[in-house]
């Protein structure tokens, strides 16, 4: 049975992103899927990686449980604002904390690491108020790349699929009701 992991990364539990994770679940669990939702917001963790990679940062116990749910998921769905370009500060906070050496990647010398999170799949869920083609043509679609390339496919995850939703601020009820199914039976196909 395919395990998912849905991280909804958005620190308001009454936003569009919220409604968006708890669909692409309920799509998900339609299909047999295993899934685990995980509200960053209710994480008790310190998002600042004080120390850098120095010194290890104590991991707190809501990390410690992420992680392991981490390790067994075979596909990774991250939900999340596009704000400024990138992401929250919870969701920024989250990858230092926990896509550390040792637990995501190895570190190395040179230009090669260890990728620990080969052999899962993931998909990136995002909203944001500029439109899709601004952000694509004049921003590159930063924030989509940075998880994407230089986090997701950096620790070995293969096949990021990314599907985002804009404008949110002059969306109707009717459009965001739209946008739900859309995840919801993205969910139900386990991608």
């Known amino acids: 049975m395919r395990n998912i992991l849905i991280i909804d990364g958005h620190p308001d539990d009454q936003s569009l992103c919220a409604s968006l994770a708890l669909s692409y679940q309920a799509g998900a669990l339609k299909s047999g899927f295993e899934t685990t939702v995980i509200k960053l917001r209710e994480l008790d963790f310190n998002l600042n990686l004080q120390h850098g990679y120095r010194k290890r940062t104590e ?58 999170l080969t052999g899962k799949t993931g998909r990136l869920i995002a909203t944001m108020d500029s439109p899709l083609w601004y952000n694509r043509f004049f921003y590159k679609n930063p924030s989509q790349n940075a998880l994407k390339k230089a986090t997701l496919q950096f620790c070995g995850v293969r096949k990021v699929r990314i599907k985002a939703f804009a404008p949110i601020k002059t969306s109707t009820e009717e459009k965001r009701k739209k946008w739900i199914t859309e995840v919801e039976i993205l969910g139900m196909k386990g991608k």
């Open 59 to 116: 991991l707190e116990p809501d990390l410690l449980k992420t992680i392991e749910l981490l390790k067994k998921a075979d596909h990774l769905v991250f939900v999340y604002p596009i704000w400024w370009g990138t992401f929250p500060a919870l969701l920024k906070g989250f990858f230092d904390r926990v896509f550390l050496p040792g637990i995501t990647f190895t570190p190395s010398q040179g230009y090669k690491w260890g990728k620990l």
